[in-house]
């Protein structure tokens, strides 16, 4: 499926990763790996589900210093295994709406370059206001921040 970026609403992050796609997969798709990296430290990621089709679920807990836990689930909308995955918070599992969210959808790509990954993850935000609020809140340090993470964690794959 091909997506036209909104500059209004969008926010996107390119890394380019030592590990090829395949590891970079493992560590988005794994429960047990995806907790080790997904939020920067030292938020700890905990209760990881993943069930890897278009309508399963994609869920976290963070444990946030000072600011408690934040629980987050949402469905999973497209999975193309070591090149795509796409989920979103504004629907649970089964495509079933949900009555609040942040409001987003992350589409998260992944290139071959090399012997590593361009990597691509891309923030899709309901309204400007949102996208604003988002990136205020520090998109490209935390997602940056995780993304380092994500890179040191596939090369020891």
């Known amino acids: 499926m091909t997506m036209t970026q909104n500059l209004d609403t969008d926010l996107e992050l390119i890394r380019h990763l030592k590990a090829p796609p395949a590891k970079v ?11 080790q990296w997904f939020a920067p430290k030292p938020v700890v990621t905990r209760d990881v589900k993943i069930d890897l ?6 869920a976290t807990t ?17 999975v193309e295994p070591q090149r795509r995955l796409v989920w979103t918070d504004l629907l649970g599992p089964g495509y079933r709406p949900v009555a609040e969210s942040f409001g987003f959808t992350a589409i998260i790509l992944m290139e071959p370059e090399g012997s590593g990954t361009l990597y691509r993850a891309i923030a899709m ?3 400007p206001d949102q996208r604003k609020a988002d990136e205020d809140m520090g998109f490209e340090a935390g997602w940056g921040a995780a993304a380092a993470q994500l890179d040191a964690l596939a090369a020891t794959l």
């Open 125 to 127: 935000h309901r309204t």
């Open 62 to 78: 963070m444990d946030i210093p000072d600011m408690g836990s934040q629980t987050g689930a949402g469905c999973i909308l497209e």
């Open 53 to 58: 089709r278009p309508g399963g679920i994609f």
């Open 25 to 35: 997969w493992r560590c988005w798709t794994e429960p047990a790996l995806l907790a």
